[in-house]
């Protein structure tokens, strides 16, 4: 079946850093790709997403290119804020399937 | 206005009792959903409802009921809580007509505590 495989955390950053969270995908078909924010205490909101290869999804300072090659979609962002600080979620939807979401990377951003 | 609304926002009960949670979306969505969330962030699809028929059901316990009266509401009813029910429970929707697979949005989510 579909999955999402992303790197766990917690990840730990400077204000200003660079950040990667990694993220790789296994789906037949062509899914589009989403990364999903959670801010403390909120529900998760969508940051961005990409629907087809190449496509790149961007939003608040954050980029993630959907590479069907590698089967991944990296999200990146040049320098983080602590505002920044929440738990970022990957997920693929086929059409007339359910999301599939990875298991969230917790960011903490330190002033 | 809330786009996906779902009261209360937090729950706390004895073991045995039965609670509800409701949910309202007013995006005009053609499919709701339940997910839970554990304490290690991980989400797990409960149910989802498509034009008021259940289309999903990932082998919770039948202890869980949805109950959705109408295109904009999805409910979930909980029968005789235990307490690995406690987690945070959240309502969402999606736009899947016409060849979509629409992207969710999700409520702020209901905390489930059992004691």
């Known amino acids: 079946g579909d999955s999402v495989t992303q790197m766990e955390g917690p990840v730990t950053l400077s204000e200003e850093a660079f950040l990667t969270i990694n993220c790789t995908y296994t789906?037949?078909?062509?899914?589009?790709l989403f990364w999903y924010v959670q801010y403390p205490g909120e529900g998760l909101q969508l940051l961005l997403k990409a629907t087809k290869a190449d496509d790149k999804g961007s939003n608040k300072g954050f980029e993630a290119t959907y590479r069907k090659e590698t089967t991944s979609f990296h999200l990146e962002k040049g320098s983080v804020q602590v505002s920044d600080s929440a738990v970022y979620f990957c997920?693929?939807?086929?059409?007339?399937?359910?999301?599939?979401f990875g298991p969230g990377t917790r960011l903490s951003v330190l002033p | 206005d809330t786009a996906v609304s779902q009261t209360p926002k937090y729950l706390v009960t004895q073991m045995g009792n039965d609670k509800s949670i409701k949910c309202e979306q007013n995006l005009g969505h053609d499919t709701m959903y339940w997910y839970k969330q554990d304490s290690k962030k991980f989400l797990k699809i409960m149910f989802s409802y498509n034009n008021k028929e259940l289309i999903i059901n990932e082998t919770v316990p039948n202890r869980f009921s949805p109950k959705s009266p109408d295109k904009a509401h999805l409910n979930l009813h909980i029968n005789s809580l235990e307490l690995g029910d406690s987690a945070v429970y959240f309502c969402?929707?999606?736009?899947?007509?016409?060849?979509?697979?629409?992207?969710?949005?999700f409520g702020e989510g209901s905390r489930l505590t059992v004691l």
């Open positions: 789906a037949t078909g062509y899914p589009s």
């Open positions: 969402a929707s999606s736009l899947d007509g016409q060849g979509r697979a629409g992207e969710l949005f």
């Open positions: 997920a693929l939807r086929r059409y007339g399937q359910n999301f599939v």
